[in-house]
């Protein structure tokens, strides 16, 4: 199944939510695609420091509403700001109970809990809310993804509060590596030690490098990965693993769709 969610107020901007709708028409030409309900308004009230948290509250009940009448076995999420897949991955989680390997392509962390959060946006908190601890959103969700579950992967602009957290918990870290070989052959090897059957992979573009692939509305300084190295890690994670659900998330549309991500949603297509 496909679900798109266009679910924006994380970033607090638009832009996610206008290429969720450019994504659908690209995507629904040759693929049935399911809409998540998101809302529109601009007015986003801070609560519970979070930004928008009832747009999101909301929004999260209905997209675990859909996924829970739908049961898909394997689901795609195109996002839509980088915590549009929040429902998606515990539902999955759930449904797979807890054997499942999450590795969270992204440049940023994503694992601040609303306290540490300077920016109080959601999408600096969708893997802490999934590990059950960014409340009242973690409350939501069936069940609560383990620290060891996680790859982080490719993140090179970490908060201090994240850089803590991700010792503390010794959560697994992928840096940016240049050699194809090298990456494919750390990636086998944590997948391996993890020992989960099934496969999650969440896709922020802003993993890449911007000057290849500047059309993501939060680049991170510093070297990011190429696009021919992400293509191949999808390549082969889809080909030596059981890949349930994937997403793709952050995109800024620009004027058209670049090749490299029509290639990523056609491999992330499970
Ligand atoms: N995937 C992203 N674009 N994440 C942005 C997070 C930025 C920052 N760490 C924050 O907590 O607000």
Not at 24 to 32: A, E, I, Q, V, W
Not at 161 to 183: A, F, R
Not at 203 to 229: I, K, M, Q, R
Request: proline share 7%.
């Amino acid at each position: 199944m496909i679900l798109i969610n266009g679910q924006w107020q994380g970033g607090g901007n638009k832009d996610t939510f206008q290429a969720a709708q450019i994504l659908k028409d690209h995507l629904s030409r040759s693929n049935p695609v399911v809409t998540a309900p998101v809302c529109t308004n601009e007015d986003l009230i801070e609560k519970e420091r979070i930004i928008g948290l009832d747009e999101l509250t909301q929004q999260i009940q209905a997209a675990l509403q859909i996924l829970q009448k739908e049961k898909p076995t394997h689901l795609m999420t195109v996002g839509g700001g980088c915590d549009a897949d929040t429902a998606s991955l515990a539902y999955m989680n759930a449904l797979y109970q807890g054997d499942l390997t999450v590795i969270w392509m992204d440049a940023h962390g994503d694992i601040n809990s609303p306290n540490e959060s300077d920016s109080h946006l959601y999408y600096g908190m969708p893997i802490r809310a999934l590990l059950g601890e960014c409340p009242p959103i973690s409350d939501l969700l069936p069940l609560p993804l383990q620290p060891e579950q996680l790859i982080l992967f490719g993140c090179r602009d970490l908060d201090q509060t994240e850089k803590n957290y991700i010792s503390e918990n010794q959560i697994t870290l992928i840096p940016v590596l240049e050699d194809p070989g090298e990456l494919e052959k750390q990636l086998t090897d944590l997948i391996q030690t993890k020992k989960n059957r099934h496969l999650y992979i969440h896709l922020d573009l802003d993993v890449l490098d911007p000057h290849e692939f500047p059309h993501t509305p939060l680049p991170a300084p510093g070297t990011g990965f190429s696009a021919e190295a992400i293509l191949s890690a999808l390549h082969s994670l889809k080909q030596h693993n059981d890949l349930v659900g994937t997403g793709v998330f952050e995109f800024k549309y620009t004027g058209s769709i670049p090749a490299f991500l029509k290639n990523a949603l056609d491999i992330l297509c499970v």
